[in-house]
């Protein structure tokens, strides 16, 4: 019988990648998955940093497994991702968690197979990290959660160095890929069935390759790309947003009309203390182009809160930059300071309670703008790619509008991942839509 293995990921879509792609060496390796931890003979828990909340999170799963450990030492944990990026975690790790069997960071993926191998034959600990590599490491071979829509990494890292983030450090310098060699993954995704990409970065938008070729003639150059039907990308930078991308938008016929804009703060103050080299002004102007270029464009951000020294009057400047703006949704966080980052050791940090209150009050406001956005789909007939059935309802569907709302809706035919069909909402929800398939 094979052995089985589950995989624990935490953070971003660049994790969720790199945990597709674990799970395509671990069955070259003729592993099997399984859903349940209990079961595997092999654990890896794909982590990140971000926020306090991720590590604390981390940290308590890999207490639950001591228990398994004691009693079956065969049975081996591996840790990646974001948190054994950081020497002071690898440190903890090897000092309090002394069951880990396998150790290896964002920028030692592919070493994988062979920690595992050197793990199995000689029962000996594997530790493999890099601080920051020079190549580029892309696994041919992914086990894709999705027949019909793919996640593809375009840049690797980040060089902005926001005051908060720990993204830098745990992901090291931005180096991009080839224009070259993101169309030929495609192609061959799209030979496969797929018919919808994501394209992946820290800063999309920043993506310049060997040959000078920089994210817009990404765009253009995927837009050529026959069968493959939409085109995402995240996250994008509002620092490196081009008119030239403003244009895909406008010209494009894949390019999907939504984007993920995060702005942080609506407080210019604020801004430049998290070193984010943009101003509110500047920002309006990138959401008033994108909106003249293409009328019906859906846009989401990220907010952090609570940022030190944030006072009640930089709060309201945010407050009044969510309703300036309208966004479609935005994910919002509370403040929390990462070791190593310039930001934690700004003086003047916010009392907890404050965050949290001014959190709620966030909330609300982007919430309302959601339902409101959400309400301009009543009665429309929207084109729906679908995703599957839906997880609340199985014998509904569920699946997306190129303007990247979540659609839940019924049909009296059954359907296939990856299809477009024309769906008319019949209800708005803040988070998703309701809608019956018709016939056009
Ligand atoms: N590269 C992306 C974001 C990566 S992290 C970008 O720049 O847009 C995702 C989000 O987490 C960030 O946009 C930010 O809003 C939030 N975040 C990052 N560090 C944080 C911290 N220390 N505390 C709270 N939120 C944080
Ligand atoms: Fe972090 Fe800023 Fe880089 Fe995004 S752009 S990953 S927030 S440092
Ligand atoms: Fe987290 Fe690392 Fe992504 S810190 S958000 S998994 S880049």
């Known amino acids: 019988m094979n052995k089985k293995y589950h995989i624990i990921t935490y953070g971003c879509q660049m994790n969720e990648h790199d945990s597709e792609n674990l799970a395509g060496m671990l069955e070259a390796l003729d592993y099997e998955h399984t859903d349940s931890p209990e079961q595997a003979d092999v654990v890896v828990m794909n982590t990140c940093s971000v926020r306090e909340h991720a590590d604390k999170r981390f940290f308590g799963m890999l207490g639950q497994f001591k228990k398994r450990k004691m009693k079956d030492p065969e049975f081996i944990i591996c840790v990646c991702g974001c948190m054994p990026q950081q020497p002071h975690i690898v440190q903890e790790i090897k000092e309090s968690f002394h069951w880990v069997d396998i150790v290896f960071g964002t920028q030692t993926i592919a070493e994988f197979p062979n920690l595992l191998r050197e793990r199995v034959e000689t029962g000996k600990k594997q530790f493999c990290i890099l601080a920051n590599n020079t190549e580029i490491s892309e696994e041919k071979n992914p086990k894709r959660m999705h027949p019909h829509k793919a996640l593809v990494n375009i840049t690797y890292g980040c060089n902005n160095f926001c005051t908060y983030c720990i993204v830098p450090y745990t992901r090291g310098r931005e180096k991009s890929r080839t224009l070259r060699e993101v169309k030929q993954e495609v192609i061959s995704l799209v030979h496969d069935g797929v018919k919808e990409v994501m394209l992946l970065g820290q ?30 990308f995240m996250t994008s930078h509002p620092k490196d947003l081009s008119d030239e991308l403003i244009d895909c938008f406008r010209n494009g016929k894949k390019l999907c009309h939504n984007i993920h804009l995060p702005v942080q703060s609506g407080s210019d103050v604020v801004l430049k203390r998290m070193n984010r080299h943009y101003n509110r002004e500047r920002y309006m102007e990138i959401v008033k182009k994108l909106r003249a270029a293409c009328p019906d464009i859906t846009i989401s951000t990220d907010i952090i809160v609570g940022f030190p020294g944030e006072t009640e ?46 959190f709620d009050r966030l909330v609300e406001a982007v919430n309302q703008c959601s339902m409101k956005k959400n309400a301009e789909y009543m009665d429309r007939i929207v084109d729906v790619m679908v995703d599957g ?52």
């Open 313 to 358: 009057e930089n709060f309201q400047d945010t407050l009044s930059l969510v309703r300036e703006v309208e966004y479609d949704s935005a994910f919002t966080f509370i403040y929390s300071p990462r070791q190593g980052t310039p930001a934690a050791k700004f003086e003047d940090q916010i009392p907890e309670k404050v965050k949290h209150d001014r």
């Open 389 to 440: 059935p839906s997880k609340n309802d199985p014998s509904a569907w569920s699946g997306r509008t190129d303007t990247f709302k979540l659609v839940n809706f019924t049909s009296e035919v059954p359907l296939t991942a990856g299809e477009i069909v024309p769906v008319r909402i019949t209800e708005t929800k803040t988070f998703s839509l309701d809608g019956e398939k018709v016939t056009k």
């Open 203 to 232: 800063n999309v938008n920043s993506f310049k390759d060997a040959e000078g070729n920089n994210f817009a003639a990404l765009i253009r150059a995927l837009e050529e790309v026959e069968g493959l039907e939409r085109i995402r």
